[in-house]
């Protein structure tokens, strides 16, 4: 049976039919593994991020070596470069596997088990306050902070 609304309960079916619990103790081990996977997916987000910083900013040096720090004028026409570069593939891997956890988190929650959704967002808080708070936190502001995006 699927629930429809929140409940708490340690009987739960998680993302496939051989993932359920049946005891307080698999519910604690499925709890923690949310958690983690909550956390790991901050990390690979900041790993995106950070990935993306670095590529545009190479990208966006000037002939004299200086950094252009206009971003809203900097264009991909004129960027130089080739358009199909092993960078782009690899931000492109990392936005596949950051969206295919967002995704796994998301339909994780809508197991509709109030326990689950606790250690998902709390792991979620966890993981932005060990990798994504820091001081460069002005700098990649621009990107979505959406769990799923």
Same mark, same amino acid.
């Given at each position: 049976m699927m629930h429809m609304t929140f409940y708490w309960g340690r009987k739960v079916t998680l993302l496939f039919d051989s993932w359920s619990t049946d005891s307080w103790f698999s519910y604690s081990l499925t709890l923690i593994a949310c958690l983690l996977f909550s956390v790991f997916y901050q990390y690979m987000e900041d790993r995106r991020l950070r990935?993306? &910083? &670095? $590529?545009? $900013?190479? &990208?966006? @040096? @000037?002939?004299?070596?200086?950094?252009?720090?206009?971003?809203?004028?900097?264009?991909?026409i004129f960027a130089?470069? $080739?358009r199909w570069n092993l960078g782009r593939?690899?931000?492109s891997a990392l936005f596949g596997i950051n969206s295919a956890l967002g995704y796994f988190l998301m339909l994780a929650i809508m197991s509709f088990n109030a326990g689950v959704f606790v250690a998902i967002v709390f792991g979620l808080a966890v993981g932005y306050l060990l990798f994504r708070s820091g001081d460069d936190e002005q700098v990649v502001v621009v990107d979505n902070p959406c769990a799923c995006a």
């Open positions: 990935f993306k &910083l &670095l $590529s545009s $900013s190479a &990208l966006r @040096n @000037n002939a004299d070596g200086a950094v252009d720090t206009t971003p809203l004028l900097y264009t991909k130089g470069g $080739s593939f690899a931000g």
